[in-house]
């Protein structure tokens, strides 16, 4: 079956860090990837995706690229801001499939 | 740009009681979806449904849970006889299709909580 695994949070971040969330994943065939952000009291916003290997997704000074041979879709962003305080959840959905399937999530602080 | 919202935000519920939540998909989409997060664990999928059938179902989907778009606009998740172990927080979701490029859409969720 699909599953998949984040680092383990919390972690905490001074504002211009650099921030990387690592994520691996098992799936049977090609799956797409997605991370997903949840910001304090609201719901999962999907922040970027990659369908195919080497893909690199990019948004709002994020990034991830698709890497088929390690399984894996780490997420980076190069200078953080208070702003970016959320949990970021990694997700895969096969192409055969209808769901989602989530990582556990990973709470991120960033201090002024 | 469009959103998905739920109603309520909060939900309590006496354990044994029926509870329904309410979701709105994005008005070009055509298929919805509820997960849920129990408090500390991962978000889990719960059902999919397009052209008024389960497309597909997670074994947490039991006898207890049903789900219907009884207009137009509204996707509804009842759960029959709540039990303490179903408060969570309840998200649904919409999409225009299941490609790769079309992704899920969430709601704000709605927190379930059985007293």
């Known amino acids: 079956g699909n599953s998949v695994t984040q680092m383990e949070g919390p972690v905490t971040l001074s504002e211009e860090a650099f921030l990387t969330i690592n994520c691996t994943y098992t799936?049977?065939?090609?799956?797409?990837l997605f991370w997903y952000v949840q910001y304090p009291g609201e719901g999962l916003q999907l922040l970027l995706k990659?369908?195919?290997?080497?893909d690199k997704g990019s948004n709002k000074g994020f990034e991830a690229t698709y890497r088929k041979e390690t399984t894996s879709f780490h997420l980076e962003k190069g200078s953080v801001q208070v702003s970016d305080s959320a949990v970021y959840f990694c997700?895969?959905?096969?192409?055969?499939?209808?769901?989602?399937?989530f990582g556990a999530g990973t709470t991120v602080t960033v201090r002024a | 740009e469009p959103e998905v919202t739920q109603t309520p935000s909060h939900q309590v519920t006496q354990m044994g009681q029926e509870v329904i939540l309410r979701c709105v998909p994005i008005?070009?989409?055509?298929?919805f979806y509820w997960y849920r997060q129990i408090l500390g664990q991962k978000v889990e999928f719960l059902v999919s449904?397009?052209?008024?059938?389960?497309?597909?179902k997670s074994e947490i989907f039991d006898d207890q849970f049903s789900v219907e778009r009884p207009d137009g606009s509204n996707f509804t998740l009842k759960i029959r006889s709540t039990k303490l172990e179903d408060s969570a927080m309840y998200f649904c979701?919409?999409?225009?299709?299941?490609?790769?490029?079309?992704?899920?859409?969430f709601g704000d969720g709605t927190r379930l909580s059985i007293l």
């Open positions: 990659a369908t195919k290997a080497d």
């Open positions: 008005s070009n989409h055509l298929y």
């Open positions: 449904f397009y052209n008024n059938e389960i497309s597909e």
């Open positions: 997700a895969l959905k096969n192409s055969n499939d209808y769901k989602l399937s």
């Open positions: 979701a919409s999409s225009e299709g299941t490609g790769s490029n079309q992704p899920q859409h």
């Open positions: 799936a049977t065939g090609y799956p797409s």
